[in-house]
């Protein structure tokens, strides 16, 4: 059995606005961090694999140079 507190309704007041608070900056976190996610997509942002590509393409025998 849990036992918890009592809080008087001013009390419990407080306490829902800070939880709607932190519920709310949570979210923005999530969203701004899914922003700056497709920002970088859309810029092109190269990939992580880009590199191989052109190294593999330097040692290959008929790929014309540019």
Same mark, same amino acid.
């Given at each position: 059995?849990?036992?918890? +507190? *009592?809080?008087? =309704?001013?009390?419990? !007041?407080?306490?829902?606005?800070f939880?709607?608070?932190?519920?709310? +900056?949570?979210? *923005?976190?999530?969203s &701004? *961090?899914? $922003?700056?996610?497709k920002? &970088?997509?859309? &810029? !092109?942002? =190269? $990939?992580?694999? $880009?590199?191989?590509?052109?190294?593999?393409?330097?040692?290959? =025998?008929?790929? =014309?140079? $540019?």
């Amino acid at each position: 059995m849990e036992l918890k +507190a *009592k809080r008087n =309704p001013e009390e419990e !007041g407080d306490y829902m606005a800070f939880e709607q608070l932190v519920a709310e +900056a949570a979210a *923005k976190k999530e969203s &701004k *961090k899914k $922003s700056k996610d497709k920002d &970088k997509k859309e &810029k !092109g942002a =190269p $990939s992580e694999y $880009s590199h191989l590509a052109s190294e593999t393409a330097a040692d290959a =025998p008929n790929v =014309p140079r $540019s």
